[in-house]
C-alpha cells in the first residue's frame, strides 16, 4: 500500500496568510493527487486534481504543484472561509490512500 | 449537476448487519466507477471499497474484506454497501463517491454506529 504522509498535522494562520501543506508519497504516484477541504460536518470537497489542475469552481488562490512522491498545496491568501481541514489522496493504485489531514485554524 | 444521497444507516449491535444505499442522479450513473470511503467520528477518511461501471471488478480495503459486499443496480441508479459482522471499529459516516481523477463528488454521508 501507498503511505500518504500530510505535513503539519495542524497550523495556525491568520487571514491574508500565506499556507502551504505538504504530502509525500511513501512510493511514486506520478500526478494523480488530488487535494480536499473538508468542513466540520460535512462531505470533503475537492480543490486539485491531477497534482495541479484546480477544480471548477475553486478560487484561484489554492493551487498544487509536484509529481512523483512530493505535493504541495498552497493557499496564497487565506480567507476566512479557508479554514477547514485539508486532505491529499493518491489515486494511483489501490487501495487508495488519503494523507492523516491538516487542520487550518485560525490565529 | 452529480447528486448523490446516502441512505440505511442507524444504530446496530456488535455482530450486526447494515446495507448502505446510495441514490444518484444527474449524471449518467451506469458510465462512472464508484466507492465507498469512510470516517471514524473524529478521524481521517479511509477509502473502503470500490467497483467499476459494470460491477465487473470490485475490491475492498483489508479491514473490511471477507465482512463487507459493494454491488450496484445501473437501472435504478443505485449503489449499495452489504456490511456483515459490524465492529466498534466500523463506526463511521460512509460516503460515496464518484470516480474521476480521484473522486470528484462526494454524498453527505450516512452514520453507522455499531454498539458493543
Do not use: R
Given at each position: 500500500d501507498i503511505q500518504m504522509t500530510q505535513s503539519p498535522s495542524a497550523l495556525s494562520a491568520s487571514v491574508g496568510d500565506r499556507v502551504t501543506i505538504t504530502c509525500r508519497a511513501?512510493?511514486?504516484?506520478?500526478?494523480d493527487l488530488g487535494w480536499y477541504q473538508q468542513k466540520s460536518g460535512r462531505a470533503p470537497k475537492r480543490l486539485?486534481?491531477?497534482?495541479?489542475t484546480l477544480q471548477?469552481?475553486?478560487?484561484?488562490r489554492f493551487s498544487g504543484s509536484g509529481s512523483g512522491t512530493e505535493f504541495t498545496l498552497t493557499i496564497s491568501s487565506l480567507q476566512p472561509e479557508d479554514f477547514a481541514t485539508y486532505y491529499c489522496l493518491q489515486?494511483?493504485?489501490?487501495?487508495r490512500t488519503f494523507g492523516q489531514g491538516t487542520k487550518v485554524e485560525i490565529k | 449537476q452529480a447528486q448523490l444521497v446516502e441512505s440505511g444507516g442507524g444504530l446496530v449491535k456488535s455482530g450486526g448487519s447494515l446495507r448502505l444505499s446510495c441514490a444518484a442522479s444527474g449524471?449518467?450513473?451506469?458510465?462512472y466507477y464508484m466507492s465507498w470511503i469512510r470516517q471514524a467520528p473524529g478521524k481521517g477518511l479511509e477509502w473502503v471499497s470500490y467497483i467499476t461501471s459494470g460491477g465487473d471488478t470490485i475490491y475492498y480495503a483489508d479491514s473490511v474484506r471477507g465482512r463487507f459486499t459493494i454491488s450496484r443496480d445501473n437501472a435504478k441508479n443505485s449503489l449499495f454497501l452489504q456490511m456483515n459482522s459490524?465492529?466498534?471499529?466500523?463506526?463511521a459516516v460512509y460516503f460515496c463517491a464518484r470516480h474521476s481523477n480521484g473522486f470528484d463528488s462526494w454524498g453527505q454521508g450516512t452514520l453507522v454506529t455499531v454498539s458493543s
Open positions: 511513501s512510493q511514486g504516484v506520478g500526478n486539485i486534481y491531477a497534482a495541479s471548477s469552481g475553486v478560487p484561484s489515486y494511483n493504485s489501490y487501495p | 449524471f449518467t450513473f451506469s458510465v459490524l465492529t466498534a471499529e466500523d463506526t
